[in-house]
């Protein structure tokens, strides 16, 4: 064997055999086995391709992985780790570090994955960032809340998917918060450092960045709008709609511009994928909430899909493996003259969250008389018994689709929302 394969998610949104076609030498994989049994999936077979297959428990805090993965680069002199997930991100990193393995090393990764690293790196070169500090305990919340006042959130440093974020919008709120973290041990690493942060509330709308680099230079770079706000997953009830902007949009050069300038700021190996997220405030100011070199989450990838011809895993996986990046599939548009690749169209997804309740009806498939919707998927079956959503991935239903242009899409979304409600009965 020559590659490990860290990964958490999907195995039939990730087709490691045909990326790997002409990837000379095999691979041992490691997976979550959690996210397995929540996906109905089974572990590839360890034939071909695959050499080793295993499931680890407790894959995104224990230590099992680490050790698994050490062990099977030691016996079997692995010569490269593939990562693509938040999670994974690290591990790798320090993988590679440790045995001396080419791609992205530890410090690479950290800027990206530890948001206080991040907001310092983007901050030194002039990008906005929202006003923050370290929170060690209790005391450190509690003195943040009295010198900037509220609203304010806190978060994990080195957290993902809005989980633990916590929106203190008074001091009843802060108290609450405390009571549920409620000693000085829960805001600190087992290494002692500060592990959460408290910034500034920012108001206004969020959009995201998504593109791949390949070569060392940028071939997508596009800006969406998350129509809803990433924190409200467990109240939201709604369809919620994430758009890629229209080409003519005012906004699309001024946040591509500032995607840029991110990239810039944090750096990166020379082949990946990354997610920006970005306010806008109501005096119309762009502010970098967050990024992240890996593929966007949810449907995000098969909207880059669309619009490309590209899958951002895909390519990150490649590049990682010393292979080139893949073609661009079908018409994917024309080029800048820096070879970056234009949207041949403009794509979007809806999402409905899990919320309390049994299952009582869903949509089933999707009639013909809705071309343009790309996928959909359902996350839950009728009689299922529900709790509300635990983050921000959580869906109950999930769709994506395409059309030629912005107003278009916003027609079509809305209808395929209105359709999707009318079948949706969960009491």
């Given amino acids: 064997m020559s590659v490990l394969i860290l990964h958490r998610g999907s195995f039939r949104d990730s087709p490691y055999r045909r990326w790997m076609e002409d990837y000379d030498g095999d691979a041992a994989v490691l997976a979550s086995q959690e996210q ?25 805090h224990g230590p099992l992985v680490a050790e698994r993965a050490a062990r099977l680069i030691e016996q079997h002199g692995l010569r490269r780790v593939v990562a693509i997930g938040e999670v994974d991100i690290g591990r790798a990193a ?36 929202a006003r923050h500090a370290l929170v060690a305990g209790p005391r450190d919340v509690t003195d943040y809340a009295g010198h900037a006042g509220y609203p304010f959130v806190v978060k994990p440093r080195l957290g ?17 918060f405390l009571t549920a973290r409620a000693s000085a041990g829960d805001f600190r690493t087992t290494a002692g450092e500060a592990a959460w942060l408290a910034e500034h509330f920012v108001a206004g709308s969020m959009y995201h960045i998504d593109g791949i680099v390949a070569d060392g230079r940028v071939i997508t770079l596009w800006p969406s709008h998350y ?22 949009d005012r906004l699309t ?27 806008r405030t109501p005096r119309d100011e762009l502010i970098l909430c967050e990024a992240a070199c890996r593929p966007g989450g949810a449907g995000i990838r098969d ?6 011809g590209l899958d951002p895993a895909e390519t990150m996986v490649r590049a990682q493996l010393g292979l080139p990046a893949p073609r661009a599939r079908g018409d994917s548009g024309h080029g ?6 234009l949207p041949r169209q403009v794509a979007g997804q809806l999402l409905f969250m899990k919320r309390p309740g049994t299952v009582r009806e869903l949509p089933g498939e999707v009639p013909g008389q809705f071309p343009w919707v790309l996928r959909g ?51």
């Fill in 303 to 308: 909207m880059h899909r669309a619009m490309f």
């Fill in 94 to 129: 320090a993988l590679r570090e440790r045995y001396g393995m080419p791609g992205q090393h530890s410090a690479g990764a950290a800027v990206y994955r530890d948001k206080w690293l991040m907001k310092k790196a983007a901050e030194a070169v002039g990008v906005p960032v």
């Fill in 336 to 341: 800048t003259g820096d070879g970056r690749l």
């Fill in 36 to 60: 397995l049994s929540v996906l109905g999936e089974r572990l590839p077979p360890a034939t071909g391709r695959f050499r080793h297959a295993e499931g680890i428990p407790d894959y995104d």
């Fill in 160 to 176: 993902a998917g809005s989980i633990g974020l916590a929106v203190l919008r008074d001091h009843e709120d802060m108290l609450r």
């Fill in 377 to 427: 998927r359902l996350f839950a079956g009728v009689g299922d018994r529900l709790g509300a959503a635990g983050h921000s991935g959580d869906f109950l239903a999930s769709y994506v689709l395409a059309a030629p242009d912005g107003h278009t899409l916003d027609l079509r979304l809305g209808e395929l929302e209105a359709w999707c409600t009318e079948r949706l009965g969960i009491r």
């Fill in 227 to 248: 129509r809803y706000a990433l924190s409200s997953y467990a109240e939201d009830h709604s369809g919620r709609k994430d758009v890629a902007l229209d080409p003519h």
């Fill in 253 to 279: 050069g001024r946040l591509t511009a500032f995607g840029e300038r991110v990239l810039a700021a944090l750096g990166g190996p020379s082949g990946f994928s990354f997610h920006i997220e970005v306010f």
